[in-house]
């Protein structure tokens, strides 16, 4: 059994929900319907798909696939719900909001136990980092709801309108939290999707919508995959989408969206450089390292997927590595003592597999953990390659899973030069005793996000997003307000 220091460091400061000892207070239905309108309804096709545990392939439940027709009438919802939600005082909204926040709080067991079962996070991720952040989000908002005058001060802040929405399988219940609570503190209602592997906790926040007596159509969620979302981003009635997921699709949406009048916002991929100097304090970097690739199985956007270590010290660094990496324990994610739970999907487990291959094929010297890994489910142990180069695709290209590509160099130009050479600009790292480095460097790397000296922090008050091909827009802060608002003088 691992050790407390040997779990994954991660502290997101956000600590409210107690450890869910068992598993008996989840309460997942056999078959959801569409949340349109404040109620659950049939998907107008009738057709449903299953959403499976991918820690044992087994199904949990069935879940409707919404057609054009149920976008259709989600949107409809939203617009009707619209005017008397942004007539209602802010302050008003402000309590609905508030009151999201600590229904999602009580429930938070089961919400972690969920998000668990259907996307594959180990427990302690879940508990301890995406449901208290989730709550933390809609606290946070929930304040702005009447102060959004002081936030742009001398100038009309006016909601958009209807906001379309469509989130991925990596955060679901936080991205959905990120998506709904600035666009309802703004003012805008909502139809949100989302991902085809990870529905369960958004029919769960359906519910806690519901119960929070959120006036009927403010928040629609519908379920379903591409298609789904490719109906909200078309829809005419839809005033601003905000995406995250892949930079494909974001490109799709971007093209779609061209000569419309939406506004919208893309968190796309990334594939962050972590930069470790000689003059760092080099147990906690590494303890930075592997959180950085290692939390969430590497399914992270911000994941510090590239490892730069310098030349003095990346002996030293690589072999630490490689001893702690033995110590994570890999398999059940409703196990406390888990580190890396489940690949959310057999087709994600099938694209990191592709680049296992291509790293090795590249000519790149792959390490994987021990560790053994359960029969059934979909699981990839921790891994990196040393050897590889700048134009190698392992290095380029996200793979997002648990797979670090290390590099070293001599100097900090060349450093931040490779740092830089990426189509990707959304998150980096520094480590160095040096604060002048520090300061050097986080204001040279083009990312939007770039930590020193820790690794995947968050907080509702940071704004978050990226450069260049991860996206455009910011979410979280006064920023994010920004991208549910029309400014007038
Ligand atoms: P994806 O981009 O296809 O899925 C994200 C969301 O977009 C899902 O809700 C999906 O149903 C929806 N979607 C798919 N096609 C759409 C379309 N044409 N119009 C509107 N919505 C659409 O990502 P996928 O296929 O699940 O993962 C592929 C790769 O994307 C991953 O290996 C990873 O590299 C990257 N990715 C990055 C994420 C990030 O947070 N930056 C999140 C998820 C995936
Ligand atoms: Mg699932």
């Keep these: 059994m691992a050790t407390p220091e040997n779990k994954l460091a991660f502290d997101a400061g956000w600590q409210y ?40 392939e087994e199904k949990l439940s069935r879940v409707a696939l919404a057609s054009d027709a149920d976008v259709d009438k989600a949107v409809k919802a939203a617009r009707k719900a619209y005017g008397p939600w942004v007539r209602m005082k802010p302050a008003e909204r402000g309590k609905y909001i508030y009151r999201i926040a600590r229904i999602m709080q009580e429930r938070s067991r089961e919400f972690a136990a969920i998000e668990s079962l259907d996307g594959g996070k180990p427990i302690r991720e879940s508990r301890d980092v995406d449901v208290p952040l989730a709550a933390a989000h809609f606290f946070y908002y929930a304040g702005w709801a009447d102060k959004l005058e002081y936030a742009f001060p001398g100038r009309k802040a006016r909601p958009l309108g209807v906001a379309g ?41 359906a519910e806690v919508v519901a119960d929070a007596g959120i006036p009927d159509g403010v928040v629609n969620i519908v379920t379903g995959a591409g298609e789904t979302g490719a109906a909200i981003v078309n829809h005419p009635g839809v005033d601003k989408i905000a ?36 003059d760092a304090a080099i147990d906690q970097a590494v303890e930075g390292i592997i959180n950085g690739i290692f939390f969430n199985q590497g399914h992270v956007c911000c994941a510090g997927s590239r490892l730069f270590v310098q030349e003095s010290v990346a002996e030293e660094v690589i072999q630490k590595l490689k001893d702690r990496m033995e110590t994570l324990i890999v398999g059940d994610p409703l196990d406390k003592n888990t580190d890396i739970g489940a690949i959310n999907s057999r087709q994600q487990l099938d694209t990191i597999e592709s680049y296992l291959a291509i790293g090795q094929g590249e000519g790149g010297e792959m390490y994987q953990s021990s560790c053994p890994v359960p029969d059934k489910g979909y699981w990839c142990r921790p891994t990196l390659f040393t050897g590889v180069s700048q134009s190698n695709r392992v290095v380029q290209e996200e793979i997002f899973g648990p797979v670090l590509a290390i590099q070293t160099f001599r100097t900090f130009d060349e450093a931040l030069t490779k740092a830089n050479n990426t189509p990707y600009g959304l998150s980096g790292g520094v480590w160095t005793d040096k604060g002048a480095k520090i300061f050097k460097m986080t204001q040279s790397v083009r990312a939007g996000v ?7 922090k968050f907080d509702p008050t940071s704004p978050f997003g990226g450069y260049k091909e991860s996206g455009m827009g910011r979410e979280g802060g006064l920023h994010g307000l920004d991208a549910y608002l029309r400014l007038e003088a």
Excluded at 34 to 42: E, H, N, P, R, Y
Excluded at 199 to 205: E, Q, R, V
Excluded at 262 to 270: A, D, S
């Design 450 to 456: 770039v930590w020193a000296n820790t690794f995947n």
């Design 243 to 278: 995406f995250t997921g892949s930079t494909e699709v974001g490109r799709i949406i971007q093209q779609a969206l061209a000569g419309t009048n939406k506004k919208y916002t893309l968190e796309l991929g990334g594939k962050a450089a972590n930069i470790i100097f000689a």
């Design 17 to 56: 929900s107690p450890a869910p000892e068992s598993t008996d207070h989840i309460k997942v239905r056999k078959r959801y319907g569409l949340f349109i309108g404040g109620d659950f309804v049939a998907p107008e096709k009738g057709k449903y798909f299953d959403t499976v545990n991918p820690a044992t």
């Design 165 to 205: 929405q469509i989130i991925p399988w990596n955060f679901p219940l936080l991205m959905a939290a990120w998506k709904i609570a600035p666009a309802l503190a703004c003012g805008n209602t909502v139809v949100l999707k989302p991902a085809e592997t990870t529905p369960l906790t958004a029919m769960k926040l």
